[in-house]
């Protein structure tokens, strides 16, 4: 065990990133080349192996922190990575790119500052790579069924390892030219370096998984339609010829439908989608431009959205080199302490500076967010192009605008960061493999991942295509989860985990003001 009195002793004390002006000189991750071992060895020390470990309920994984942790805090990091990966396919990515809710879940946080669980599983995972403990486990023996994975996001990729680890051929499809979905394209190269993502791909496919990219599945009319090439480029194959011929098919494309803004002005140039944006700046990293179709070079970059996409697209366009930019949040700004209505262990919306807005105030001197803001028109010049972008400040709940707060600010483009709103529409995949939507426009499912409840027999629908946009965490856990309920189908049985059931969420306090009220 950590020891028992380590929490009292030593405070936290997160991994330091690199220096503001360094990093935005680069494309290299914030914590690149930082020494982590000393410092997370101690910080693991501060866990208190609690009798009930909250902070395994905060995580839909239901990761073994205390033991890792234990294991981290004497520097046994063979044991720290087995235990790492008992529930974890890709903890270098969530070690990353998750917003740790376990670490708000952490008993240490009803009085104290939490243990830096991220920071711990980041250092188990790398420090696993560097020792060599990344090896493929094939499986032992074939089953003979034969599995079609739609999707290369974390959620497909983890069914798919999963399934290829207990005996299926499994065949993930991908749209786009590489494997990843938006870990690949989607995801900074500042928060993670594809590399860590082509390892793990190299390793599945020494496992036995096999990929195909550039395929738009459910994109043809149907089986008689033949070979077509979809609108980005991807040769189309019918999504119900592919059930045809596979015994079972998950389905994890992701929540693609993107929120557009309509306000006068949206067809100016200059405004874009942020995924369109991010998209662009990732195939420069992977060698496809040498310049961004989309940059924020020279330009008043204006992002509209507050969440973690938009975060992203503002330390892509700092790099990129933007003369200033502004990110408009209709929320109004939360408070640094939690609420009656957010109590621990629940994930709090609390103020919160990712590496991007600590970057933004190193070279504006200032936060960039405007909270309680809404966009009411786009203004552009005699060529058509975006010039100024008209916002108005809006009262908390109905977020309806407040008569004399309108002003302009001047942009030369826009990034539409706004969320998704489920499974894109376009496409015959839908209507091909029998797929339903439920009331929030996500694929429907039952609570063991089976389509439609099962009126599409050997078809499930895993990740944010059925639970619509996520966190990564719980992308991997549904992944997970869905293998298992594959493999039960295929063989009668599993012993594959199920971390998580399809209708699960995260925490809330909902239980608790239900007792408040009696």
Request: with cysteine.
């Amino acid at each position: 065990m950590t020891d028992p009195f380590g929490f009292l002793r030593i405070p936290r004390e997160a991994v330091p990133a690199r220096p503001v002006e360094e990093r935005l000189g680069d494309w290299r991750e914030v914590h690149a080349g930082q020494a982590l071992l000393p410092l997370v060895s101690r910080q693991a020390d501060r866990c208190m192996d609690c009798g009930i470990p909250f902070c395994h309920t905060g995580c839909p994984l239901g990761n073994l922190i205390p033991e890792w942790n234990a294991y981290a805090a004497h520097g046994d990091w063979r044991a720290a990575y087995e235990r790492l990966h008992a529930t974890n396919n890709f903890p270098e990515v969530t070690g990353r790119l998750c917003p740790a809710p376990c670490e708000d879940a952490c008993v240490l946080t009803i009085n104290a500052d939490p243990v830096t669980i991220k920071n711990v599983e980041q250092a188990i995972a790398d420090e696993g790579l560097r020792r060599g403990y990344l090896t493929p486990r094939p499986p032992e023996k074939q089953t003979g069924k034969t599995v079609a994975v739609i999707g290369s996001g974390p959620a497909g990729l983890a069914a798919a390892q999963q399934l290829t680890r207990a005996g299926h051929a499994v065949t993930v499809h991908e749209r786009a030219d590489r494997i990843g979905g938006l870990l690949r394209y989607g995801i900074p190269e500042f928060k993670m370096e594809k590399i860590h993502l082509d390892r793990r791909i190299e390793q599945m496919r020494a496992e036995g998984t096999v990929f195909i990219t550039g395929t738009d599945i459910g994109c043809a009319a149907g089986p008689a339609a033949g070979p077509a090439v979809s609108p980005g480029g991807a040769a189309s194959t019918s999504a119900a010829e592919l059930r045809g011929r596979c015994d079972a098919v998950v389905v994890a494309i992701g929540a693609g439908e993107r929120r557009e803004l309509p306000v006068p002005g949206r067809a100016l140039h200059g405004i874009h989608q942020a995924m369109e944006y991010l998209t662009c700046a990732n195939r420069v990293r992977e060698g496809d431009y040498a310049v961004s179709p989309v940059t924020a070079e020279g330009r008043h970059v204006v992002i509209v959205g507050g969440g973690d996409t938009g975060s992203d697209c503002l330390g892509t366009a700092l790099r990129q080199g933007a003369i200033s930019v502004v990110q408009l949040d209709i929320n109004p700004e939360p408070g640094t302490g939690r609420t009656d209505g957010e109590p621990w262990p629940v994930y709090p919306r609390t103020y919160r500076i990712s590496h991007a807005h600590e970057e933004a105030r190193g070279c504006e001197g200032r936060d960039p967010r405007l909270f309680s803001s809404a966009t009411l028109r786009f203004e552009g010049d005699a060529s058509g192009r975006v010039r100024a972008l008209h916002l108005t400040a809006v009262e908390p709940v109905a977020r309806s605008p407040l008569v004399g707060t309108e002003h302009v600010i001047p942009t030369g483009l826009v990034l539409l960061a706004l969320g998704f709103s489920g499974p894109e529409r376009a496409g015959g995949l839908r209507e091909q493999l029998g797929l339903e939507l439920d009331e929030r426009g996500n694929f429907a499912r039952d609570a063991g991942f089976a389509a439609g409840g099962g009126r599409a027999p050997g078809v499930f629908v895993a990740g944010d295509a059925g639970r619509g946009q996520s966190l990564v965490v719980w992308a991997i856990a549904e992944g997970r989860a869905v293998a298992a309920a594959v493999d039960r189908y295929l063989t009668g049985s599993t012993c594959l985990p199920a971390p998580v059931a399809a209708h699960d969420r995260p925490m809330t306090a909902l239980g608790r003001m239900r007792y408040g009220e009696f």
